[in-house]
């Protein structure tokens, strides 16, 4: 085999050097190779890299091998491919290119500096912005992929291996990610990025594309280079070990220029009995009109959705956070009392925080613009500051952390481990205008769980069918909560201002050795509701507000109290 090429410098950024070979093979689709090198320290000076069109061959097939090539003492030197192959075999690696890899390209150089590294974050890192910037900068789309295979000495070989491990990484990466962004010109983009961490049978490597389906305006484009840090510190938690949850800067998108951007992360690894699974899976959707997280572990799913269509009912941003505080509180109880899952637990209280702390304290939501014509719902001072008082100051949610149902015990499949707790607010205005508004808030809690515990600990017993092994506490419990308010006004004076509050609790626990229920403990059914009527309190109050009778410290006092009361937790769940 006798194809020569002289090495070029135009991967020196990577740390490497550059050799194009032409293939005498079949036809098929451009790989570029490499031999594994120490990743190269990272530069600013990018520019964005330009679509790669291959060029024809003179004779025979068009396809193009493409090498950054160590050791650097042979950039002046005409290579056979046979000499190239045997220097990139001194380490049994190499890398395969799709695409020539640009040294001052922000996409390749970032790709180049990740293929090395062991962790996903480090892998990711950079990336998200590499690839906004990219599409920012062109408008159009583009993909790479570097791969890491076994050394090889012939093309054929070479380009068999590398489009298996193209193939593996797409069909089985260890951690995956997509962004999908609409714009308000119609336009679409979708940013994809593929990683396959491990050095399986069929390599290791990071792929990347992008998709524009449309045109872009020069406005859109700046919009999308705006998410660029957002992106990074969104897919970079993500990948860390554990993950956090930091979606604030994909959540302050210009909505008049971008419609709707969503977001989802696939992280793999190993589940209980040694077998590949997805250990993360996280769904992001932000629009004008509502925003939702879904996140997936081996263990269950925890989803919190926010309506933003009605902003008059939204706090101050102290009220919001005694709120949002008050329901964590609530949501730790219900953990506790249901034996939840731990990092279920925490993934949804990160999720419920970030998704109630981007929206403002009233008027629009941080990032989102709804289009369309004013109403009492969208109306900043359709609500006084004393009908805010018996509000949460929250925007509507439904909200959910549900573990999956596990049959544990073979000698008692109808005991049945699940945690299941739900909670919710639901907001409904009526009223031709401010001075004859009516509203009603809804809260809601629900919580159904069922856990088996050891006798001795509180550790989950090893259960089997073997009667020695049938020595537990099973517990059930089923517990309802809910709030209500009504506040109603004719010709600006309040008519109805009513509170009402209802809980129900069950907690059942049987005591079992050697198969044979021993004992059975239940909490007396707690039922409970309550009614209070605030309508002469807050005539009261406004009385005294018109007379001036009343100092600015009592009447915020009176407004907390009216808060704390709404907030309050009727039950358990």
């Known amino acids: 085999m006798s194809a020569v090429s002289s090495l070029s410098s135009s991967a020196a950024a990577l740390g490497t050097q550059n050799a194009t070979i032409k293939a005498s093979t079949n036809s098929g689709a451009a790989l570029a190779q490499a031999a594994s090198a120490s ?19 003179a004779s025979g097939d068009g396809r193009f091998l493409y090498l950054t090539q160590m050791p650097s003492g042979l950039d002046s030197a005409d290579l056979t491919y ?12 190499m890398q395969v290119w799709e695409q020539p890899p640009g040294a001052k390209t922000a996409v390749d150089q970032v790709l180049g500096r ?40 012939s093309p054929d070989r070479i380009q068999g291996k590398a489009t298996d491990a193209l193939w593996a990484i797409k069909s089985r990466p260890s951690a995956s990610t997509e962004l999908t962004i609409k714009t308000q010109s119609g336009a679409t983009v979708r940013l994809s990025i593929h990683d396959q961490k491990a050095p399986t049978a069929t390599g290791s490597g990071i792929a990347v594309q992008i998709e524009v389906d449309g045109k872009l305006t020069q406005q859109e484009r700046e919009a999308l280079q705006s998410l660029a840090k957002g992106f990074d510190e969104a897919i970079e938690g993500l990948t860390r070990e554990p993950p956090l949850l930091n979606l604030d800067g994909l959540m302050k998108f210009d909505s008049k220029l971008l419609t709707k951007v969503e977001l989802k992360a696939e992280v793999y690894g190993l589940n209980d009995k040694g077998e590949r699974a997805m250990v993360l899976g996280t769904r992001f959707t932000a629009n004008a009109d509502s925003r939702e997280i879904e996140l997936k572990t081996l263990k269950g799913t925890a989803t919190v959705k926010t309506d933003l269509r009605q902003s008059a009912i939204w706090g101050s941003a ?36 970030a998704l109630h702390g981007g929206y ?44 999956n149902r596990r049959a544990t015990n073979p000698r008692h499949t109808n005991e049945i481990d699940i945690f299941d707790y739900r909670i919710g607010q639901s907001t409904q205005i ?34 089997s069918s073997d009667t020695s092994t049938q020595n537990y506490y099973y517990t059930q419990v089923e517990d309802h909560s809910s709030t209500q308010v ?9 008519v109805r201002a009513l509170v009402t509050q209802a809980a129900s609790q069950s907690l059942r626990t049987i005591m079992v050795e050697n198969n044979k229920v021993v004992d059975t403990v239940e909490e007396p059914l707690q039922q409970q509701s309550k009614q209070k009527d ?10 005294q507000e018109e007379a001036k009778e009343l100092s600015a410290e009592e009447r915020q006092k009176t407004l907390r109290e009216w808060n704390a009361m709404v907030l309050g937790e009727p039950g358990a769940a």
């Open 39 to 57: 990743a190269a320290t990272a530069t600013t000076d990018f520019t964005a890299s330009t679509p790669v069109s291959i060029p024809p061959a």
């Open 82 to 93: 046979e000499a190239l192959a045997q220097a990139s075999s001194a380490s049994g690696r």
């Open 114 to 153: 990740n293929a090395g590294a062991s962790t996903e974050q480090a892998r990711f890192a950079g990336l998200g912005s590499a690839l906004l910037e990219q599409v920012a900068s062109t408008g159009s789309g583009y993909k790479q992929t570097v791969v890491n295979i076994g050394a090889a000495y």
């Open 318 to 353: 102290e009220q919001k956070a005694r709120a949002v505080q008050q329901y964590l509180g609530r949501v730790d109880k219900a953990a506790e009392r249901g034996n939840g899952n731990q990092e279920l637990v925490d993934l949804f209280k990160a999720s419920f925080t």
């Open 360 to 403: 403002g304290a009233t008027g629009k939501p941080s990032g989102l613009e709804r289009v369309g014509p004013a109403d009492l719902a969208s109306d900043a001072d359709a609500f006084s500051e004393e009908d805010h008082s018996l509000l949460t100051g929250l925007a509507d949610f439904k909200a959910s952390i549900v573990t």
């Open 430 to 463: 009526s009223g031709g205008s401010a001075a004859n508004r009516a509203l009603t808030q809804a809260q809601t809690a629900d919580l159904t769980a069922g856990y088996h515990r050891s006798l001795r600990s509180k550790r989950e017993p090893d259960l």
């Open 486 to 494: 009504e506040l109603a006004y004719e010709k600006d004076k309040p």
């Open 534 to 543: 605030l309508l002469p309190l807050l005539q009261h109050l406004l009385r």
